[in-house]
């Protein structure tokens, strides 16, 4: 049983260009979240879909950030134009539905803007 | 973002003593999970709790749900130096999404 997977495990890129994440869950979650995490403090919920749907984005998600989830597999997260306050971890996770609803947790994707 | 709060937020202990460490909240979960999680890499999960007054053990960790849903204990019995780390509690939403909003996080250094 493979966990969650996260692709790339660090990035370095300039301020303006864009970035793209993918994340890879446990094949039979259904939800699956995207959080970030800055140096210090806990994970920060951006947004999470159940199946292919996005259910709720967090107003941290600016019109930069997007995420998708096509056919309700593996799922992307796309920032343009990229800012050094991008700078942080981003973490997926992943869940089941019903009963037993812990999420468990991808290794993260590092993000460096300079 | 919102967050829950811990604490204490960071601690020294020698090896060998029990550690206590809690989470409170404003709001209801109807799930409590635990998290440690180690320099550059993502938060593991350590014990889930479904049930108000539920207590739960994993080896030397035992976590309790608040009987009043807003809190949660996590115990480490005769820490070892490779329960160093930060760990993080986490609650599940109720209100009509299922998000789970973490905690400030707590820091342990344990003194060998």
């Known amino acids: 049983d493979t966990g969650v997977s996260q692709d790339p495990r660090h990035k370095i890129t300039k301020r303006g260009q864009n970035v793209t994440f993918r994340c890879d869950p446990i094949?039979?979650?259904?939800?699956l979240y995207w959080y970030r995490q800055t140096l210090g403090q806990g994970p920060e919920f951006l947004t999470y879909?159940?199946?292919?749907?996005?259910?709720?984005k967090s107003r941290l998600l600016s019109d930069r950030f997007s995420a998708e989830r096509p056919k309700g597999s593996f799922s992307t997260l796309e920032i343009q134009r990229t800012e050094q306050g991008d700078s942080a971890m981003y973490l997926c996770a992943s869940s089941l539905v019903f009963e037993r609803t812990e999420a468990f947790f991808g290794q993260g994707t590092r993000l460096t803007v300079v | 973002g919102q967050q829950l709060n811990q604490s204490p937020q960071s601690m020294f202990i020698q090896e060998g003593e029990d550690v206590s460490m809690n989470c409170t909240s404003s709001?209801?979960?109807?799930?409590w999970l635990w998290y440690k999680q180690d320099p550059g890499e993502g938060p593991v999960l350590l014990i889930a709790l479904y049930k108000a007054g539920e207590l739960t053990s994993n080896g030397r960790l035992t976590a309790q749900f608040g009987i009043t849903r807003k809190d949660s204990f996590l115990n480490i019995s005769a820490s070892i130096p490779s329960d160093v780390g930060i760990y993080f509690c986490?609650?599940?939403?109720?209100?009509?999404?299922?998000?789970?909003?973490f905690g400030t996080g707590t820091r342990l250094k344990v003194l060998a």
């Open positions: 094949s039979e979650h259904n939800r």
């Open positions: 986490a609650g599940l939403t109720t209100s009509g999404t299922y998000k789970y909003i």
């Open positions: 879909f159940q199946n292919e749907a996005q259910l709720e």
């Open positions: 709001s209801i979960f109807n799930t």
